[in-house]
């Protein structure tokens, strides 16, 4: 079955620390990544995504993240957060031509200022 | 440019009570798509539609919940006499035609529901 693990449900960060989120998903064949954000009250908001090429991708908001496929990974990162980093964060992916996307169940990320 | 509305943000209904979740895409969207996020889940896909058509419902509970998205006006999700496992947000995503999560997948805020 398709799924995607975020491991991490609560991280906790003073400001300026740096930030990997672990994203794990489980599909046999070719998939589209995505990172979305969901701040306190608002909607989902696209990250950051992966179709194909360079598996390093760089996002909105100083975020990037890597494709390692012999892992079935897409970590996020960013090296120095701020308060404003504060949001849920989702992993998520699409197959092929699916149009559903396939959610992790989210890491909550406070960022302490 | 209005983004994905959703309204009600927050619904607060009784048990057996029917919940009526209003979705209008963004202008030029003409595809519909609803998630539901249970409490520490991540979000689920229920059901794709596009005017007057449903795509995909493989996500769909079997009893009680219905999507439609008629010619005119905004998309609905129905759920007919709730229960607490109903509580849940609920968000509808929409896209153009040629679109989809690769391209112009855009999500509205969600509708809160608390059933009591």
């Known amino acids: 079955a398709q799924s995607v693990s975020q491991h991490n449900h609560h991280v906790i960060l003073s400001e300026a620390a740096s930030l990997e989120l672990g994203c794990n998903y489980s599909?046999?064949?070719?998939?589209?990544l995505f990172w979305y954000v969901q701040y306190p009250g608002q909607h989902l908001q696209l990250l950051l995504k992966y179709f194909s090429g360079d598996p390093l991708v760089k996002g909105i908001k100083g975020f990037e993240a890597e494709f390692i496929k012999s892992k079935f990974s897409f970590n996020l990162r960013k090296p120095s957060v701020q308060w404003s980093d504060t949001a849920e964060y989702f992993c998520?992916?699409?197959?092929?031509?699916?149009?559903?996307?396939?959610f992790g169940s989210g890491t909550q990320l406070t960022v302490l200022p | 440019n209005a983004g994905v509305m959703q309204n009600p943000r927050h619904l607060v209904r009784r048990r057996g009570q029917e919940a009526r979740l209003r979705c209008s895409p963004m202008?030029?969207?003409?595809?519909v798509y609803w998630y539901r996020q249970l409490p520490e889940e991540g979000l689920k896909f229920m059901v794709y539609l596009q005017k007057e058509n449903i795509i995909d419902e493989s996500g769909m509970p079997k009893e009680r919940f219905s999507a439609e998205f008629p010619k005119e006006g905004p998309s609905i999700l129905r759920i007919q006499q709730v229960v607490r496992g109903d509580s849940a947000a609920y968000f509808c995503a929409s896209s153009p035609p040629e679109g989809g999560p690769n391209y112009g997948y855009t999500f509205g805020s969600g509708t809160r529901l608390t059933v009591v």
């Open positions: 202008k030029g969207h003409s595809h």
């Open positions: 998520a992916f699409s197959s092929g031509s699916a149009r559903q996307l396939t």
């Open positions: 599909y046999g064949g070719t998939v589209n």
